[in-house]
């Protein structure tokens, strides 16, 4: 079994916008949705400043129950699968449910739902002993985002392999992975898979504060995410979801099914190196790239776009700008790599997938987004960061990558579909 | 010699070697780590499996009086200084210790040296269920009763469920493909499905399997919420899985981390032994609650039987998920008789004797299926005693164990939400 695998539909919850039309108005404008944070009051903590979403769950077709049951970052979930699979143009009912699996990335699971049920059982902290008389029925779905997948599949009336990837920051990007392989493996035929985060709470907030990884720009939060420019000073905590229909290219074009790419390159490493830290060389995201290449029998220079994983910390952007030219060497220097982080912040374990997202939307519209906020760059960083303004450019293979605690680091390869289908 | 050239000469296989012949060679099993209630190295598990040890007692980590279920398979004699330095008891809730420990075991005991292998060549993909819940109630503790300057620097990493496998990762140098699959119990089988193809994809070793456990207050009320924990006092009347008198699981923490390898790597490092291979996994989902349609566990088990190219005939004993929740035992016993008929193979839940472990159940069942196989006997069920009507057609290996001549085993998994997972095992 050597099945080629394509995405069919997407579906995308982002700040800024619900949907992906909105997204990638967003990201083609080189607006930011970076702003105050508003779910919480953020002014004992750092980093103020967050991307959220404006997401009202109802308008997006879920039910009082749905909307009680699921922790946000399903809700997410479950309304991007749906808008991917309309996209996708598939009739659920004439699928045979044993052939559809599910898959969701997500670093952080329910953390919000986690963090609002322990402040009730340990009255706000007071009770060791927490006191369950006052908390969710719901409390295990929220303990194990598995419910994330399960919810995703409810939805879909999938019945195939079923998965939550939580590899930190790199979550996204493997789950798309992850559900390509079901379907090259032979295990499944048509795959909903993507990612998502809700993790805007105060324990995230204080968690990234402890090691000053967010930005404490709260004077300036529309400018707060400034991937690769000199003045960066930490990432800009986000959510949202992406979710996609992925399909045997044989049984999409037996359908008739527009392709907006097709995936033909991943791999992954660990840098083994620290939970936080990162290798200042990029050596192994430098080798996940080499090896994506190597799956896709394709040469760097096909590589007309790099979506950066360009969190806006002064470790991550020189680690990654080292990678990326230790993989692609000279052709590094003619090739835009550009930050989405800069308009849309970063959302953890989704953000992979979402930038996968833009990705095939750069493919099928042939335009690149910008990296927003990006004024004076890092001399350190001297690749082209595609400053502030999308670029056309017609792209035949773009390259997506990131990097994550826990030392992981990911590269995704996806190509235009032969003959221009979408 | 080009880059590739060199990488497909050092791994015996192209990188997208997917469906070819060689690459499609089972992996094997080449080393064993444990820790569990009963047992914190593998053969001091084995022995008190096959002795009918129960390990499951009052909770002694938190005071559980005022909760409904206050037995645990807890893990009481475990010193984690003596397995690891302070630099890393800092940084690492329970369940990473664990998980640490395990690793180290089964490197150990598959005489794997890191540095003799390639940079990328080893891997590790682990199953998590909750993370380290304990450490996360700790910092959340601080949070809302001190404030957020109160919050560990380590927060950032040390709850989250992909820590176990990161930590692996950076204490042994393992640099290869890695993953985290949270598919409640069923994640353990789906982590070493997944490093299965890993191996196929061309790495030649993984750590894989999975080491669980949240015995905090905070852990303790989400498990709680499922409805499905004993509330039994009784430990050898709490957990009963396909008993008339089934009441429910009794949680324990630990699990199983296990060396797995393609068979030629194996082979060309010299391997001290081989437990035995990976042959067939296969994962399934049931349909939503609301749709009148058949669960998957079923499908899994035929799946996998047939990517293990093996027939229902074939496989001498079952290590079942034992939910201890009478309808979902009655699923599985339905599903057992459907594929293998009645009274057909040996079925067995050694977990009576450590408790349910959530991610770190698939790895533990492995292991205890490869021991099974190697010394050709099967642990028993404890506890059990008149079988469920609807259950009364299995043949459960109950109060001691059974020499058995054995060569497959199946070992199966159910996480709550609906995940199904099944693994084929087969002797060296």
């Given at each position: 079994?050597?099945?080629?695998?394509?995405?069919?539909?997407?579906?995308?919850?982002?700040?800024?916008?619900?949907?992906?039309?909105?997204?990638?108005?967003?990201?083609?404008?080189?607006?930011?949705?970076?702003?105050?944070?508003?779910?919480?009051?953020?002014?004992?903590?750092?980093?103020?400043?967050?991307?959220?979403?404006?997401?009202?769950?109802?308008?997006?077709?879920?039910?009082?129950?749905?909307?009680?049951?699921?922790?946000?970052?399903?809700?997410?979930?479950?309304?991007?699968?749906?808008?991917?699979?309309?996209?996708?143009?598939?009739?659920?009912?004439?699928?045979?449910?044993?052939?559809?699996?599910?898959?969701?990335?997500?670093?952080?699971?329910?953390?919000?739902?986690?963090?609002?049920?322990?402040?009730?059982?340990?009255?706000?902290?007071?009770?060791?002993?927490?006191?369950?008389?006052?908390?969710s029925p719901h409390l295990y779905d929220y303990y194990v985002p598995g419910s994330f997948a399960a919810e995703v599949a409810w939805s879909i009336g999938a019945e195939g392999p079923a998965a939550?990837?939580?590899?930190?920051?790199?979550?996204?990007?493997?789950?798309?992975?992850?559900?390509?392989?079901?379907?090259?493996?032979?295990?499944?035929?048509?795959?909903?898979?993507?990612a998502s985060d809700a993790p805007i709470s105060p324990i995230t907030v204080a968690c990234f504060d402890a090691i000053k990884a967010t930005t404490p720009r709260n004077d300036d939060p529309a400018h707060?995410?400034?991937?690769?420019?000199?003045?960066?000073?930490?990432?800009?905590?986000?959510?949202?979801?992406?979710?996609?229909?992925?399909?045997?290219?044989?049984?999409?074009?037996?359908?008739?099914?527009?392709?907006?790419?097709?995936?033909?390159?991943?791999?992954?490493?660990?840098?083994?190196?620290?939970?936080?830290?990162?290798?200042?060389?990029?050596?192994?995201?430098?080798e996940a790239i080499r090896n994506a290449l190597d799956t896709a029998r394709m040469d760097p220079t096909a590589i007309g776009y790099v979506n950066a994983h360009g969190s806006g910390t002064k470790q991550n952007d020189r680690h990654e700008t080292a990678?990326?030219?230790?993989?692609?060497?000279?052709?590094?220097?003619?090739?835009?790599?550009?930050?989405?982080?800069?308009?849309?912040?970063?959302?953890?374990?989704?953000?992979?997938?979402?930038?996968?997202?833009?990705?095939?939307?750069?493919?099928?519209?042939?335009?690149?987004?910008?990296?927003?906020?990006?004024?004076?760059?890092?001399?350190?960083?001297?690749?082209?960061?595609?400053?502030?303004?999308?670029?056309?450019?017609?792209l035949d293979a773009v390259l997506s990558v990131g990097s994550g605690f826990g030392g992981f680091q990911s590269a995704m390869l996806l190509a235009r579909p032969e003959g221009d289908a979408r | 010699m080009s880059e590739r050239s060199e990488r497909i000469r050092r791994t015996g296989h192209a990188a997208d070697g997917r469906g070819e012949e060689k690459a499609a060679d089972a992996p094997v099993v080449t080393g064993l780590g444990v820790v569990a209630a009963i047992g914190l190295d593998a053969e001091t598990y084995w022995k008190a499996v096959l002795d009918g040890r129960g390990g499951i007692g009052r909770i002694a980590r938190f005071d559980p009086a005022q909760y409904p279920?206050?037995?645990?398979?807890?893990?009481?004699?475990?010193?984690?200084?003596?397995?690891?330095?302070?630099?890393?008891?800092?940084?690492?809730?329970?369940?990473?210790?664990?998980?640490?420990?395990?690793?180290?075991?089964?490197?150990?005991?598959?005489?794997?040296?890191?540095?003799?292998?390639?940079?990328?060549?080893?891997?590790?993909?682990?199953?998590?269920?909750?993370?380290?819940?304990?450490?996360?109630?700790k910092e959340l503790e601080k949070l809302w009763s001190k404030g957020?300057?109160?919050?560990?620097?380590?927060?950032?990493?040390?709850?989250?469920?992909?820590?176990?496998?990161?930590?692996?990762?950076?204490?042994?140098?393992?640099?290869?493909?890695?993953?985290?699959?949270?598919?409640?119990?069923?994640?353990?089988?789906?982590?070493?499905?997944?490093?299965?193809?890993?191996?196929?994809?061309?790495?030649?070793?993984?750590?894989?399997?999975?080491?669980?456990?949240?015995?905090?207050?905070?852990?303790?009320?989400?498990?709680?919420?499922?409805?499905?924990?004993?509330?039994?006092d009784d430990p050898a009347r709490a957990y009963l899985p396909f008993d008339r008198d089934a009441n429910g699981f009794v949680p324990g923490e630990g699990g199983a981390i296990l060396v797995v390898e393609q068979r030629e790597a194996a082979r060309r490092r010299a391997a001290p032994r081989v437990y035995g291979e990976i042959s067939g996994y296969a994962a399934t989902f049931d349909p939503a609650p609301d749709r009148n349609r058949p669960p998957g566990l079923r499908r899994a088990i035929e799946l996998a039987l047939a990517d293990a190219g093996c027939p229902a005939t074939e496989i001498d004993v079952v290590f079942a998920d034992a939910a201890g929740v009478p309808e979902l035992d009655l699923a599985e016993a339905k599903a057992l008789v459907g594929v293998f008929g009645a009274g057909r193979v040996p079925v067995t839940a050694p977990k009576t004797m450590t408790g349910r472990l959530a991610a770190g159940a698939g790895g533990l069942d492995v292991a205890t299926a490869l021991l099974s196989l190697r010394d050709q006997v099967?642990?028993?069920?404890?506890?059990?005693?008149?079988?469920?009507?609807g259950c009364a057609d299995l043949d459960l290996v109950v109060d001691a164990a059974r020499p058995a001549p054995l060569r497959r085993a199946l070992v199966l998994a159910r996480g709550i939400g609906g995940f199904n997972a099944a693994v084929v095992v087969t002797a060296p």
């Open positions: 079994m050597h099945r080629r695998v394509v995405i069919t539909g997407l579906g995308v919850v982002a700040p800024g916008g619900i949907g992906a039309k909105a997204f990638w108005e967003l990201l083609t404008s080189g607006r930011t949705a970076t702003r105050t944070i508003s779910f919480f009051d953020p002014s004992p903590f750092r980093s103020q400043v967050a991307a959220e979403c404006d997401f009202d769950p109802a308008a997006h077709g879920l039910t009082p129950a749905q909307t009680l049951r699921m922790d946000r970052a399903a809700q997410f979930a479950v309304v991007a699968a749906a808008e991917a699979v309309e996209d996708a143009g598939l009739e659920l009912a004439e699928l045979d449910p044993y052939r559809v699996g599910t898959v969701v990335g997500s670093a952080v699971g329910a953390t919000m739902s986690l963090e609002r049920e322990y402040v009730i059982a340990s009255d706000r902290g007071r009770r060791w002993l927490v006191d369950d008389a006052h908390t939550v990837v939580s590899t930190g920051c790199t979550s996204g990007l493997d789950a798309v992975a992850y559900a390509a392989e079901l379907i090259r493996e032979g295990s499944a035929d048509v795959v909903v898979g993507g707060a995410s400034r991937p690769f420019d000199n003045s960066r000073n930490g990432f800009v905590l986000g959510e949202g979801s992406a979710m996609f229909v992925l399909e045997d290219l044989e049984r999409a074009r037996r359908r008739g099914a527009p392709v907006y790419a097709e995936i033909v390159g991943f791999a992954s490493r660990c840098n083994a190196f620290h939970m936080t830290g990162l290798r200042p060389d990029g050596r192994e995201m430098a990678a990326v030219k230790l993989a692609l060497r000279e052709h590094a220097y003619a090739t835009p790599m550009s930050s989405i982080k800069s308009m849309v912040g970063h959302s953890l374990g989704a953000i992979g997938a979402i930038e996968v997202a833009a990705c095939a939307l750069a493919i099928t519209n042939g335009v690149v987004p910008p990296t927003a906020n990006l004024h004076e760059p890092d001399p350190e960083c001297d690749l082209d960061y595609v400053p502030l303004e999308a670029r056309d450019r017609r | 279920s206050r037995l645990a398979g807890e893990i009481r004699d475990f010193d984690p200084a003596a397995h690891l330095p302070d630099r890393l008891l800092a940084q690492t809730d329970h369940v990473t210790r664990f998980s640490l420990t395990a690793a180290a075991q089964a490197l150990a005991d598959a005489a794997v040296d890191p540095a003799a292998l390639g940079d990328y060549d080893m891997g590790v993909v682990t199953a998590s269920s909750a993370g380290g819940f304990e450490f996360g109630q957020g300057d109160h919050v560990s620097a380590y927060q950032s990493f040390a709850w989250f469920y992909a820590v176990n496998t990161g930590q692996i990762s950076i204490r042994h140098g393992l640099r290869g493909p890695s993953g985290v699959l949270v598919t409640d119990q069923a994640g353990g089988l789906d982590a070493i499905g997944q490093a299965r193809r890993h191996l196929r994809a061309g790495t030649a070793l993984a750590i894989t399997g999975g080491v669980d456990g949240s015995l905090c207050p905070w852990g303790w009320i989400g498990q709680l919420a499922t409805g499905r924990i004993s509330e039994s099967i642990p028993p069920t404890i506890n059990v005693g008149t079988l469920a009507d």
